[in-house]
């Protein structure tokens, strides 16, 4: 029995998130869910988008498995994601963008990989105004780069891809301008390539990057960056195969995993009911992997991809002529995984 902290989140997260718990229970795979809050929910219940309680539940679960979350604008509030991440030390966001075949992309053969340090960069919250006579005339935002979180994550990419099968690892970076920062990040990682002699690697400017994921991704295998360029280098792998509705992501540290979709809580289509939960359910076959829970992980995704394949039983961003809500396809998707 795993004992697993579920937030449903914001939006539309507690109906893909109901689907994807659905679907994993379909498995057969004992779990026992606490049931815990974040976001604009545990605002409106508590008073605090990040109530103890939840971040107690993680602490002795040591794995989560949430939804979409809204971080309530004003208030003095931080990111409740990018809050988790550092208060967890969850140093490894891990953004996998493999084609689903059906769906109607550019290229129909994707398998990308970014791995994305997760607590550092410019998303440390190192930042503040200059003023002058009361007035805002400047801000400035450090760009954190320290050895020990270079280490971590560029291991953690080389480590990955040896133990998936993959066969080269492209370090991403801006050296030739941001020459300290970046500097330390790419002379690292040619010192860590050297541990590594069967994997491949490469370097490439991040500018140059993104060109050349929309000319020619399949170049690409596993993709390790820091954390701005990391965020948005996954987004771009993400619209490749089809966009956010199909990608998964997990945060991972030494002490706990996240699991969760990487998209956000559209409240505008919340009560619609026809949120894809694809994404959802990645994340969980994600977690089922880490788990240990290879059986169940691969069942899952077997089903999802002859889902979206067959294109019937799919949410409308899939096939608007399927007339599909999101019970509709958690449905099939939990009949055939049972099966």
């Known amino acids: 029995m795993y004992k697993i902290t579920l937030i449903p989140g914001d939006g539309i997260g507690p109906s893909i998130v109901d689907a994807a718990v659905r679907v994993i229970e379909a498995t057969g795979v004992q779990v026992q869910w606490d049931r815990q809050i974040a976001g604009m929910a545990a605002v409106e219940a508590v008073g605090n988008p990040l109530p103890d309680a939840t971040l107690n539940s993680i602490r002795h679960t040591r794995l989560c498995f949430k939804g979409p979350l809204t971080t309530p604008v004003g208030g003095g509030y931080r990111s409740v994601n990018v809050t988790l991440r550092q208060t967890f030390n969850l140093y490894a966001n891990v953004r996998p963008a493999i084609s689903f075949a059906g769906t109607n992309t550019p290229y129909q053969n ?26 805002k005339i400047a801000a400035e935002s450090v760009l954190l780069v320290t050895r020990n979180g270079c280490e971590r994550i560029i291991e953690y990419a080389f480590d ?22 970046f500097g330390l990040f790419l002379e690292i990682g040619k010192e860590i390539a050297q541990r590594y002699p069967d994997i491949e690697f490469n370097d490439v400017i991040v500018d140059a990057c993104a060109m050349k994921l929309v000319m020619n991704p399949c170049d690409f295998d596993v993709i390790v960056a820091t954390n701005l360029f990391g965020d948005i280098l996954s987004d771009l792998a993400a619209g490749l195969i089809g966009g956010l509705g199909l990608t998964a992501g997990a945060n991972i540290g030494h002490s706990a995993a996240l699991f969760e979709a990487v998209h956000g809580s559209a409240p ?25 829970e290879m059986g169940a992980a691969r069942k899952i995704e077997r089903v999802v991809r002859d889902v979206v394949n ?30």
């Open 110 to 135: 994707v398998n990308i990989v970014t791995v994305r340090e997760n607590t550092e960069g410019l998303y440390s919250g190192i930042e503040h105004f200059i003023t002058e006579d009361g007035h």
């Open 160 to 181: 990955y891809a040896r133990r998936t099968g993959r066969k080269k690892v492209t370090l991403v970076h801006k050296a030739n301008i941001l020459k300290c920062t």
């Open 268 to 292: 505008d289509i919340a009560h619609l009911g026809i949120a894809n939960p694809i994404a959802t359910i990645m994340a969980g076959v994600m977690m089922l992997e880490h788990i240990g």
């Open 310 to 339: 067959e294109g019937r039983y799919v949410t409308p961003d899939l096939n608007p002529g399927a007339g599909v809500n999101t019970q509709a396809m958690a449905n099939e998707l939990v009949r055939r995984v049972a099966a």
